[in-house]
C-alpha cells in the first residue's frame, strides 16, 4: 500500500536547507505524487544561530548522524556539504538502515559516489543527487532516466555560475580578474575562499558526476584533469573577442575506443555558441547521445530557490518507490574509467605569444610551428600598450595535444619570446 | 520482487515502431534498471508489407487491442497514431487490464489525456508518453517530475520540427512558402498531406499536453487558439529580419490570474534569442517556474532514433515500479482549465500594410493608431517591388490584444490602404 506521508529530516541548513524549509513551509500539503512530505527534524552546526525561517516545529539533532539513525526519519536529506567528515557518516548511516538519501553534495558524490551506491542499492535504498549538479536544472535526471535508451559519447558545458559570472563581467566589464572576482565575493556570488569555484574543483565535482551516469562508471574525480579561471586575464578574453570567440570555463566528459576524457578547462567557444551565450551565473550543458543527437539545457545552476526545488523532486522520486541504479547500471559492476592518453587528443587551440617587436619574429614561429607539424588557422597581432613586448596571437587547426604542447615548448625557446606562451583550447562543441 | 524480464508488445510499425525494434535488437539486453525489456508481440496493418527490419521473432496481431489484450504482454506500446480508432480502443484495453501504457501518440493524449489518466490511475497503470513531444527530448518528465517542487507560470516554444525547417528554408534561401514545402515533401520532412503540420495542429497538441503537466489541468486541445505558418509569407520574414527579428512557430501556455491561455501562432523572436537561433528541425523549449526560473532544453523534434530512444527511456521507467500521477495531480481532481479572455493579453505586434505611394499615409496611419491608443515602436518603408502599392511596416509597444485588433480594422478601412494588414505577434519570452 502506498504511504500518506514521509516524514523527512534534513541535515544542514545553511541556504539550501533554508530554501527546502520554506519551500516546505510555504507548501505544506506538497504532494507531488499523491503522498504528502513534511519535515519532522533538523540537523545543523549551531542550534541558536538566528535564521530567517522557523525551525521550531522540527526536533533538534546536533549529530546529523544520529537524525539519520533516528526512527521517526524516512526521508534522510543531506545539505551538509564537504566530502568527507560529518555528511559521509550521516548518508552512510541512513544508506545502511535502507533509509532514501537525497543530497546536494557534489564533492561527496564526486568522490565517494561509488562506494555509497554499492551501499545504497545493498539496502535498497535510493539515493539522489540532482540538486548536486546545476541546481534545479535536471541534469542528473536526464543522463540517469531519460537517455537510456541511447548511448551518450559526450556531455559538456558551465557547470559553475560562479566562474560564468566572473568571465562574462570581466568580458562586458573590461575590468581584470582579481577586480571582479572581489566584487562578485561582495555581492555574495563567490565564497570568502573562493577556490573550489575558480579553480575549477566544483566544475570537476559536477562532471565527474555527470560521466558516472553518461557512461555507466565509477565516478572519478581524481582522474579529472582540472584548471580554473584564475589564470584567465583580460587581454585575453579581448584578443579571443576580435577573433570571435568568448572565454568560457568548460567541464566536459567524453568517450571514445573506450577511453574517458574527464576535463575541465578554460575553452573558446564561438560568439553564437550557445556556451558563448550562456552569461552570467548561468549554466548549461549539451548532452551527445548516438540515437537522440545533441540535446542542450540551459539554466540556473545555483541558489536557495532552483536547488531547494530539485531536493523537493527528488523528494518526490523517493516516494513514487522507483528503483534504479544509482550511475545507469548496478553498483557492484561499476568500473572507475582509464583516463584518457592525452596522446589520443586533437583539437584546436589559442595561443598568446609576447614577443619583442623586432622583425622576423612571425617568420620564426611560424617555422617553429611548421617544423613541429602544427597548421595555422587565423594569425592577430594588435596594437596593446604593454611593457617591454607585442602580443600576438595564432589559432591552430585541430592537432593532436602532444605535438601542440611541444611546439608551445620551442616557441616558448625563442630568443623573440619574451614570456611562457598562454595556450588556451579551442572548443571542441 | 522485482521482475527480471518485462514483455513487450508493440502497435505500430513506422518509423517509430521501426525504431523500437532495431534498437531492442542491437540492444537486447536493454537493462537500464536491472531488468531487461523483450519484444514478444507486434500489430500493424499489414503483416505482409516489405520491411527493413526484422519482425519473424515477434508473435502477430492484426488488431492491436487484441496484442493488448494478450496475457503475454506486459506493457503495451501504441505507435499507431491518431487520436481516436485503433490507437484509443486498444489503449484503452490494456489500461483497463491494469497494464502499462507508453505512447508517441500526441493527438491521442491531447484530446483524450484526462480520461485516459483517469483508466490509467484507477487501474494502477502507468500511462506514459515522452516520446508524444520533442522525440527524444525530454520535455515530458522535465515537467511531470523535476518541475514538482516548483510552480510552473509559462511553457513556450518551438515544438513542430516541419514548420520550424521550413521558417529556416524560406529565411536562409529566400524562398516563398510553397515551394518550400514542396521541397521539404520530397525530402520527406513534410507529409503528403501536410495540414496537420503546417496549420499547427501537431504543435498544438503537444502544448496541450504540456499545459497539463505545467499546470496540473486536464489537457484541453479545444480551447488551444491555433494559427500555422500556411500564411507566414516571404516579405514578412524579410522585413522583420530587417526590424532584428526572424519568424518561428510558437507554441505556448501560460497561466495567470487563474486563467490559462494556450496558443500557437507565428511570432517574431529577436536574432540572438535562443528560439530564433534554433533552427531547421529542432525543437526548443522554455519552461519558467516560480523557483527554478528559466530553463532552456533544445533537441531533434522527431525522428527514428531520437523518438525510439524516448519509448525506450518510458518503457525503463515503467520497469522502475514508479507510480505518479498522469498529469501532475490525481487525474480524478483535474479540471479542463478556463481559457484566457483575449482582452486579458498584452503584447507587441508586428504589423505590415500595403498602402498607395501617395503623401500624407503615414500620418493617417499613425493618427489612426493613435487615436485607439496603440504606441509605436518602429516604423519602417522599404522600397520592395510589388504591383500597385508600397509596403509599409511597423512594430507596436505592448497592447491589450483587444485594441490592437480593433486598431487594425481601422486601419485596413483606410482608404490609402490596399490590403487587409497583416498582424503578427512579437513573442513575449
Known amino acids: 500500500m502506498a504511504k500518506d506521508v514521509w516524514r523527512i529530516g534534513v541535515a544542514g541548513l545553511g541556504t539550501v536547507g533554508g530554501g527546502l524549509v520554506g519551500f516546505l513551509a510555504e507548501a505544506p500539503t506538497f504532494a507531488p505524487v499523491g503522498a504528502r512530505a513534511t519535515i519532522v527534524a533538523v540537523s545543523a ?8 525561517f522557523d525551525i521550531s516545529a522540527y526536533r533538534w539533532f546536533d549529530d546529523p548522524s544520529a537524525l539519520a539513525a533516528d526512527p521517526d526519519v524516512e526521508v534522510f536529506v543531506e545539505l551538509i556539504g564537504g566530502a568527507d567528515g560529518p555528511a559521509k557518516a550521516a548518508v552512510e548511516t541512513a544508506l545502511r538502515l535502507g533509509k532514501p538519501v537525497v543530497t546536494a553534495n557534489k564533492a561527496l558524490i564526486a568522490k565517494h559516489g561509488a562506494a555509497l551506491a554499492i551501499l545504497a542499492e545493498a539496502h535498497d535504498a535510493p539515493l539522489l543527487f540532482e540538486a548536486a549538479v546545476m541546481g ?19 556531455v559538456a558545458g558551465i557547470l559553475n555560475g560562479t566562474c560564468n559570472y566572473i ?9 581584470p580578474f582579481a577586480e571582479v572576482l572581489a566584487e562578485a565575493q561582495r555581492l555574495g556570488y563567490a565564497e570568502a575562499d573562493p577556490t ?10 559536477k562532471i565527474s558526476i555527470l560521466a558516472a551516469l553518461a557512461f555507466g562508471c565509477a565516478p572519478n574525480f581524481d582522474a579529472a584533469e582540472i584548471e580554473g579561471v584564475d589564470r584567465v586575464e583580460l587581454l585575453d578574453i579581448k584578443l579571443a573577442h576580435d577573433l570571435g570567440y568568448r572565454i568560457r570555463l568548460v567541464a566536459q566528459a567524453t568517450r571514445a575506443d573506450g577511453e574517458i576524457s574527464v576535463r575541465v578547462h578554460p575553452a573558446l567557444a564561438p560568439l553564437g555558441h550557445p556556451l558563448a551565450e550562456t552569461r552570467g551565473a548561468l549554466n548549461a550543458l549539451f548532452i551527445e547521445g548516438r540515437r537522440i543527437g545533441r540535446i542542450f539545457i540551459q539554466g540556473p545552476g545555483a541558489g536557495a530557490g532552483p536547488t531547494a526545488a530539485a531536493v523537493a523532486a527528488d523528494i518526490a522520486d523517493v516516494m513514487t518507490g522507483a528503483r534504479r541504479p544509482v550511475f545507469q547500471a548496478p553498483a557492484t559492476t561499476l568500473k572507475p574509467f582509464a583516463a584518457v592518453d592525452a596522446a589520443h587528443r586533437v583539437g584546436k587551440a589559442y595561443v598568446r605569444l609576447l614577443v619583442k617587436d623586432e622583425p622576423g619574429v612571425i617568420a620564426a614561429v611560424s617555422e617553429t610551428l611548421a617544423e613541429v607539424g602544427v597548421s595555422i588557422d587565423s594569425f592577430l597581432q594588435k596594437p596593446v600598450e604593454n611593457a617591454g613586448g607585442v602580443p600576438i596571437v595564432l589559432t591552430t587547426h585541430a592537432t593532436p595535444e602532444s605535438v601542440l604542447l611541444k611546439a608551445i615548448e620551442r616557441i616558448g625557446a625563442l630568443s623573440q619570446v619574451l614570456e611562457p606562451p598562454r595556450m588556451l583550447r579551442i572548443a571542441r562543441i
Open 136 to 154: 534545479g536544472t535536471p541534469a542528473v535526471k536526464m543522463l540517469r532516466e531519460a537517455m537510456v535508451g541511447d548511448q551518450v559519447d559526450a
Open 196 to 205: 573550489t569555484d575558480i579553480g575549477g574543483f566544483d566544475a570537476a565535482h
Open 167 to 175: 568571465l562574462t563581467e570581466m568580458e562586458t566589464g573590461s575590468r
Open 45 to 52: 552546526r549551531d542550534h541558536a544561530r538566528a535564521r530567517d
